[in-house]
DNA sequence: CTGAAAGCGCTTACAG
DNA sequence: CTGAAAGCGCTTACAG
């Protein structure tokens, strides 16, 4: 019977603000002022307009007012692959601060063997007002990236920064959240401690490691193993047994992030020694996972929801600088490094 | 010295294809049939222009060539709240299909206290060819939701359906995959068998808490419970502390998720019952978490690329049904259900 | 193959 | 407060 040259087929015609116009009985441009906030109607035309639009299902078309106002509301989120479920966690955040700020999010995908530039070529077609990139095992930011935000479009780098660009960056003090880490196990007890870093090319794996160190160091002390691998989980297994291969092996672990530091744990497990009698774990991020009790583990949460907001308010008034605009990180402690206060 | 009227102040004019134009001597057209994938146009030409373009840092403006075109090449993604570490793979996996497919994703958060239409609404402004819809704790799916269908853009449910509407939806065959969890486990031997639920207003539930007692009933068995509550860690952990409270208990459970079912197996570890031999757990999904060596979950995974596929594809020739697009989860052997093969 | 021109659906001075 | 008109940056018949 319904054959697919029938009007219902999907083929609708759009209604625009001169359908509204012709309905109500007003020029376009007063439609256009209905739904303009603060523009100069009357509210009997405004009423008008509203109830035409609404009998005819209007929307205005957000395409067409980009056009000319030059605002487009649109912000690129630029994500790696999200197997780190801290970024999903930010990722839906930002979504929503952006959508209070009547601003919309464009998702695009990165994969590490292509260039950003081209991901943010691609998204600056659609006149985003700003880019935030999530560097999930993204080594390879170009040089060049700081030429966006030359065109007009400042990029902010979430969680991670490029030292000698002069490019947005929002991250967690990492360099205090290393220290933080070796403080509190050194306080509690621990002599022989490890880092089980994460990528190490890294700034976040960097600046916790160096951190760790420093505090190490004022302590007269010096890890006993640092090895770097990758921010999975994978690694954080195959780097603790490793680590227990030979000799006693350490009797505290600071994992690069947390998915690091749950293969730490489950290697630890498997391996027979305890968690925190034989051996502290400490980790970084604080997400989900970490407060399953089959971890409990004890951390450095980030400060998500001040970052992002940090982040967004940056955008505002871009002021790109060398240094990342840091928030501290906060440690929450669960069962596993010994001695909890 | 710098001050803030200078031309180099991010004020930085966009370049429009009159720019480039006149740079390559040629005409406006010509340097859109440039950018215009089988538009008839010289080498020579093409080259000249492209050469403008790249020495102005020329990129087509997609939001101009929507309003002309009448495609917009975006389609929203609509999520709300991402604790199921389900969804974000999902997202990141749709974002990439789709950008393959030259398309864009626009993120959309939708809170529950809100109506989805009002998403969908805020969504069709951006003129977008499609909406897929994540329904994580969706519950209140309006019945109005097949009207965004109606006004030509078409609705896809991912991984939940709606009974009687006419809508798009692509799901995992839950009903089948319930089904198979009782057969695994009463092929292993056990016979008290409980369903720890999700949310119970969801199609997720209902269809895998289904297929599970038809396929005990074959047996001539019924649950020994079925408790329902939310699609989360603690329930699982909640739910089993309950149902080991008196009596014996169930030897197994099958967990409406693996969220669920590893908040199960947390509270056996803590109720000193070994699994497998006190207890089998089954979950269904298969998120990365569960293949953690803390939790071996054996589980029913959700072929979610194939999924993906045929959501994108059944937008492209959009075929409202009653039913949803059913695909056959794998079963994934690991160690919570004893004697796997 | 190429250019001039109309038009996509809005916003926003400009007059009234 | 209101309407007519120009214009945002493209694509695409229409002639040549």
């Known amino acids: 019977m319904k054959k697919d040259d029938t009007p219902t087929s999907g083929s609708t015609q759009r209604v625009t603000s001169h359908d509204v116009s012709r309905e109500a009985g007003v020029s376009q441009s007063a439609v256009s002022r ?20 609404r ?12 056009l000319v106002t030059q605002r487009s509301g649109i912000v690129a989120l630029i994500v790696g692959d999200l197997h780190n479920p801290f970024y999903p966690q930010a990722l839906s955040q930002f979504a929503q601060a952006l959508e209070a700020r009547g601003k919309r999010a464009l998702l695009l995908t990165h994969d590490a063997r292509r260039d950003v ?27 060049n990236l700081g030429d966006v935000a030359r065109g007009g479009v400042p990029v902010l780098l979430f969680n991670r920064h490029l030292p000698g660009q002069r490019l947005l960056s929002v991250a967690c003090d990492n360099h205090a959240g290393g220290q933080l880490a070796a403080e509190v196990l050194l306080e509690t007890g621990a002599r022989r401690l490890a880092f089980i870093g994460g990528d190490p ?9 160096h951190g760790f160190m420093a505090r190490l160091q004022q302590a007269g002390l010096a890890p006993v193993a640092a090895p770097s691998g990758a921010f999975q989980y994978d690694w954080g297994v195959q780097a603790t047994l490793d680590l227990y291969a030979e000799g006693d092996g350490p009797d505290a672990i600071f994992g690069a992030n ?9 290697a630890l497990r498997q391996l027979g020694r305890r968690v925190p009698q034989d051996v502290s774990v400490i980790g970084f991020d604080d997400i ?4 399953r009790l089959a971890y409990r583990l004890t951390t450095i949460r980030q400060p998500l929801g ?9 955008l505002e008034d871009p002021q790109p600088s060398d240094e990342p605009r840091l928030h501290q990180g906060e440690l929450i402690w669960r069962d596993t490094v010994r001695g909890a206060r």
């Not at 100069?40 to 035309?45: A, G």
Request: no cysteine.
């Open 201 to 209: 090319e890294t700034s976040t794996h960097q600046d916790r490691l």
């Open 258 to 266: 947390d998915i690091v530091a749950i293969g730490v744990l489950d």
């Open 55 to 66: 009998k005819l299902g209007y929307q205005p078309n957000a395409i067409a007012r980009s």
């Open 288 to 291: 989900q996972e970490s407060a």
């Open 34 to 53: 209905a739904f303009t906030p603060g523009a100069h109607i009357s509210p009997e035309t405004r009423r008008r307009v509203l109830d035409a639009a």
């Open 117 to 143: 530039q081209d991901t943010l070529d691609a998204a600056s077609r659609y006149q985003i007002e700003a880019a935030i990139v999530f560097p999930t095992r993204l080594n390879n930011t170009p040089p």
């Open 306 to 314: 001040a970052m992002i907001e940090d982040a967004l308010l940056a």
